[in-house]
């Protein structure tokens, strides 16, 4: 009878020991708060509570641990940003956010609303996670450039400094503070993904859709939208006979100002200019913008005997946010996410929070597997 009791505990010992040691590392996963991270905290904290767990428990060859991986090291490179000043031709490493704010300075004035400069902040930073993403190799060294014809505009604090007044530096630089990290770890996805977040001065009543300037695909989220703008650009630009025709020559040779009429072939719906005919050539706008050193496509002209004026309105190709007109719901009391949502069609603003989430799925899905597995055990006992 005694050996019968010390046999039966045991048993009981080794049925109720056993699961517990399986259990001791699901609990360990469970007890892992994922909401509590930042973004570029997770990949560090994915690999070291997760990974090890992952690799003894159901093998590295598996296909859910392959994808967590990838997802891993996909976050990882956002950390930091290898910056490639093109003047210097140098290549400088710094903090996400302190590049975000590097462009912030360099792309919109500081004097617009906070609410304005929070969502230029999002769009700054969707903007260069969907350039990391997306076009990696365009730069050798390097994953953006400061150039504005390239990637986007950056200015160092200290140029900051050095181009404000001094009473009012200190107090320009915690707005722009506070709107990057108001907007920390934020993003704007359509559909879960990274958009690409392009951006214009002003529109001058209407953004544009994408198609209309750099053709391709439809873009869903890149549609033309009202833009309310109290004050945007309006120039005009002379050309003399001779230099417009060179001008106009270098897309058709035998373009002759006297006698060849110009006409315009067709307007987006936004109002621009898509198509003009320079004799019988047909030249799209976007291109006789570009060689002219025009404001926006949105153009009338006046041609007269020896000199042709184009007057623009709105600067910028139009697509995307505009930055007066963000300005603008600014002043009309909009939060930085209602300028976002007008601005970008069937948008979503999502937190890094929720890229967390996004992995907690392949993790929800391993845990379940894991479990899985317990019971198994379970049952064999
Ligand atoms: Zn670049």
């Known amino acids: 009878m005694k050996n019968f009791i010390i046999f039966f505990l045991i048993v009981m010992i080794i049925c109720f020991a056993t699961p517990n040691l399986f259990l001791k590392d699901i609990m360990a996963i469970e007890s892992f708060d994922i909401s509590t991270i930042s973004f570029f905290e997770l990949p560090e904290i994915l690999k070291n509570k997760l990974g090890n767990n992952l690799d003894q428990s159901i093998g590295g060859g598996d296909s859910i641990y392959d994808n967590m991986q990838i997802e891993v090291n996909k976050l990882e490179n956002k950390d930091k940003i290898k910056l490639l000043l093109k003047e210097e031709n140098k290549v400088i490493e710094l903090n996400f956010d302190d590049y975000i704010k590097g462009v912030l300075i360099g792309e919109m004035p500081v004097d617009y609303e906070l609410e304005a400069l929070k969502a230029q902040a999002l769009v700054a930073r969707s903007y260069s996670l969907y350039k990391l993403e997306n076009s990696s190799s365009i730069h050798e060294n390097a994953d953006m450039c400061d150039d504005i014809n390239c990637c986007q505009c950056y200015k160092t604090k200290e140029y900051a400094f050095a181009s404000w007044d001094d009473e009012e530096e200190l107090e320009k630089w915690l707005k722009v503070e506070e709107a990057v990290n108001a907007t920390n770890n934020q993003y704007i996805a359509y559909e879960g993904e990274v958009i690409a977040a392009f951006f214009h001065a002003n529109s001058a009543g209407n953004t544009e859709d994408v198609k209309f300037v750099w053709g391709g695909d439809e873009i869903p989220y890149l549609k033309s939208v009202i833009s309310f703008e109290n004050d945007f650009d309006q120039e005009t630009k002379a050309f003399n006979k001779d230099d417009f025709e060179k001008l106009i020559c270098e897309k058709n040779n035998n373009y002759d100002y006297e006698n060849d009429v110009i006409k315009v072939v067709?307007?987006?719906?936004?109002?621009?200019?898509?198509?003009?005919?320079?004799?019988?050539?047909?030249?799209?706008?976007?291109?006789?913008?570009?060689?002219?050193?025009?404001?926006?496509?949105?153009?009338?002209?006046?041609?007269?005997?020896?000199?042709?004026?184009?007057?623009?309105?709105?600067?910028?190709?139009?697509?995307?946010?505009?930055?007066?007109?963000?300005?603008?719901?600014?002043?009309?009391?909009?939060?930085?996410?209602?300028?976002?949502?007008?601005?970008?069609?069937?948008?979503?603003?999502?937190?890094?929070?929720?890229?967390?989430?996004?992995?907690?799925?392949?993790?929800?899905?391993?845990?379940?597997?894991?479990?899985?597995?317990?019971?198994?055990?379970?049952?064999?006992?």
Do not use: W
Request: hydrophobic share 35%; net charge positive.
């Open 266 to 381: 067709n307007n987006t719906p936004s109002g621009r200019v898509e198509a003009i005919q320079f004799g019988d050539v047909i030249i799209k706008a976007t291109e006789l913008r570009k060689l002219l050193g025009l404001k926006s496509t949105n153009f009338k002209f006046d041609k007269r005997e020896n000199e042709i004026e184009f007057t623009t309105i709105g600067y910028g190709h139009g697509v995307g946010m505009s930055q007066v007109g963000a300005n603008q719901m600014a002043l009309d009391g909009k939060s930085y996410e209602e300028i976002i949502k007008h601005y970008y069609t069937d948008v979503e603003i999502l937190k890094a929070e929720m890229i967390a989430e996004k992995n907690r799925v392949v993790y929800n899905g391993f845990h379940k597997k894991v479990k899985g597995r317990i019971y198994e055990i379970n049952t064999c006992f």
